[in-house]
Nanobody, 125 residues
Framework: EDQLVESGGGSVQAGGSLRLSCAAP????????MGWFREAPGKGREAVAS????????FYSDSVKGRFTISVDSAKNTMYLEMNGLKPEDTAMYYC??????????????????WGQGNQVTVSA
């Protein structure tokens, strides 16, 4: 049974916007820190954004800071990644993730235990 279910990827021209969604069980939305990661062809998994368990702090990689926004809607049991000003270098498979380890670095994939199935985002020049 999938714990995290993603939706919302697609293709867009440079400068456009997309929103990714990640549906999760209520216990994850309330008790886990969560994040978004991406993998481009030939590259390793890269952190994009994360949010702490209390939903009071967000973290972004330098490459997306100011363009992407992570948020959680607990009423809808969903995490979002709003992506604006998309660039061709943002093209990748995007994954949502959740974890619950103490002392975790929220932009490090090794601290996450649950992963979504991945959603392709393609940005053309």
């Amino acid at each position: 049974e999938d714990q995290l279910v993603e939706s919302g990827g697609g293709s867009v021209q440079a400068g456009g916007s997309l929103r990714l969604s990640c549906a999760a069980p209520p216990y994850i939305l309330h008790l886990y820190y969560m994040g978004w990661f991406r993998e481009a062809p030939g590259k390793g998994r890269e952190a994009v954004a994360s949010i702490n368990t209390a939903r009071t702090r967000t973290f972004y990689s330098d490459s997306v800071k100011g363009r992407f926004t992570i948020s959680v809607d607990s009423a809808k049991n969903t995490m979002y990644l709003e992506m604006n000003g998309l660039k061709p270098e943002d093209t990748a498979m995007y994954y949502c993730a959740a974890g619950s380890r103490s002392g975790a670095s929220l932009l490090a994939s090794r601290f996450y235990d649950y992963w979504g199935q991945g959603n392709q985002v393609t940005v053309s020049a």
